[in-house]
């Protein structure tokens, strides 16, 4: 696996120093979203509706566990770039240390969690009969993979703040690949189902936890771990700058099984298979979006390190801007072809093409705005403020309730596809303002600064 390492150099341009981030950033979440995507693909056609809801039920619960490894890898990580762009490499590998003893605390509490409360969260979202099952099926293979789950997130992430993005995309490469090979032998040849498509994705996350573990003991680390030490200090301060990431992805759990919940109350299992599929949809531009935000990053912690205040402007309107667009494009082919896109995950069953046709223009309309406010989020956290980004992350969550509450009530199932979107829109009212003033208020400071050091 090559890989050509990069810096952050000051004199080049502010957009070359974006796109070197962002494209090994962007490439790697989309394929480790392909995890995801292709267990869907080969459910739906192997297993039918009932198995895309099983897998839907199922998602919370190793969500929130993909969320604990996303928060180790952007808390760290923003540490990582913030002490490199300091000169402080001695705090730059107690990070790095550190973050590998949270991903072994966290994964042995998340097995346990599973062991002892997984199938109480299952039924909680309404899972009955064969939906129950395959869910079942699902997560109790995580009881002994969880910890593969968080490294998979966090190592990859740790590897691109280190200069290494392309050796980080890469690894995420070999394990989504070795998961559609492995999807297929186990899914579509053995006929295991469910249970076949969790031990296909543990084995491709347990192989990138080995070579990802394998990078910091090697010559091509910049940052070298002389000794596995734990510095709780900088512990708690990675994990209250990456929280932002875990609450949106608790967000997303918390979200997804509130719907399970009331598609089952208010709809059939039919309905779940629908939002599933939309899922699917709708996470292949949350993930763009999250790549570009976390091509963001690094630049930014580095700039904000090093003081460069005006080259953080520049940097954010530009992964904005792109987030933005990417978005209104994503909504516009949605809507255009439809049912190609849907048949990559159903075995031409006419009922769930007709609900997933349906939900898919009334839960995505408003899909840009996601990327925004989780770009948002991803800002303050890498300017230090982790205590906006997790307000951010909270209130995005929070939001949503008083929607999900009443619409359904009003309108039914359709109350249910469109308390999403519109919560959104109210959110961004808030966010908006709130992130302009932010960066507006450091170009100023920054500007003050120079006129005093002039003067």
């Known amino acids: ?109 998340s097995m346990l969690l599973i062991y002892y409360f997984g199938a109480a969260l299952l039924t909680a979202q309404g899972a009955i009969g064969n939906t129950l099952n395959f869910s079942l099926d699902y997560i109790n293979v995580f ?24 050796f980080a995309t890469g690894l995420m490469i070999l394990g989504a690949v070795m998961n559609i090979i492995l999807d297929y032998l186990f899914i579509g040849l053995f006929d295991l189902g469910l249970k076949g498509a969790a031990i296909a994705t543990v084995i491709s996350q347990l192989t990138v936890f080995i070579i990802g573990v394998g990078y910091f003991f090697s010559a091509r680390s910049q940052i070298k771990i002389n000794k596995l030490t734990f510095n709780f200090a900088i512990a708690s301060k990675a994990v209250t700058l990456g929280a932002s990431s875990l609450c949106m992805f608790l967000y997303f759990s918390f979200i997804v099984a509130l719907h399970n919940k009331l598609f089952m109350v208010y709809g059939t299992s039919v309905h779940v298979g629908a939002f599933a599929i939309i899922g699917y949809l709708g996470t292949m531009y949350y993930l763009v979006a999250e ?10 912690s580095y700039y904000f390190g090093s003081k460069q205040i005006d080259k953080i402007k520049a940097t954010v309107m530009l992964a904005l801007k792109i987030i933005l667009i990417s978005g209104v494009v ?31 223009r009334l839960h995505l309309f408003a899909l840009y705005l996601d990327g925004f406010i989780f770009l948002a989020s991803v800002y303050f956290m890498a300017v230090n403020q982790g205590g906006k980004a997790l307000a951010i992350s909270v209130g995005n969550m929070l939001i949503q309730l008083p929607f999900l509450y009443f619409l359904p009530q009003w309108l039914g199932v359709d109350g249910i596809w469109l308390s999403v979107p519109i919560s959104n829109i109210v959110l961004t009212l808030i966010v908006a303002p709130l992130l302009w003033r932010d960066i507006q208020r450091s170009s100023q400071k920054h500007s003050e600064l120079i006129t005093n050091m002039a003067s």
């Open 330 to 360: 994503s909504v516009a082919l949605l809507n255009m072809y439809p049912e190609t896109v849907i048949s990559l995950f159903s075995k031409n069953d006419p009922l769930l093409f007709a609900e997933t046709q349906k939900g898919l």
């Open 143 to 166: 009881t002994w993979g969880a910890g593969f789950t968080i490294a998979a997130g966090a190592l990859p992430m740790l590897i691109r703040n280190d200069d290494s993005p392309n």
């Open 291 to 300: 790549g570009i935000a976390g091509g963001m990053q690094p630049p930014v």
């Open 1 to 109: 696996m090559q890989d050509n390492t990069i810096a952050i150099d000051s004199n080049e341009s502010i957009a070359r120093t974006f796109w070197r981030y962002a494209i090994p950033s962007i490439a790697a979440m989309v394929v480790n979203g392909l995890y995801q995507v292709i267990d869907g693909i080969f459910v739906g056609h192997y297993v039918g509706y009932e198995g895309l809801a099983g897998i839907n039920i199922a998602w919370p619960i190793i969500g929130i566990i993909a969320g604990l490894g996303i928060m180790i890898g952007m808390g760290a990580g923003s540490l990582l770039s913030i002490y490199r762009g300091e000169g402080n490499n001695a705090k730059a590998q107690q990070t790095l240390s550190s973050s590998l003893w949270l991903i072994a605390l966290f994964g042995a509490v």
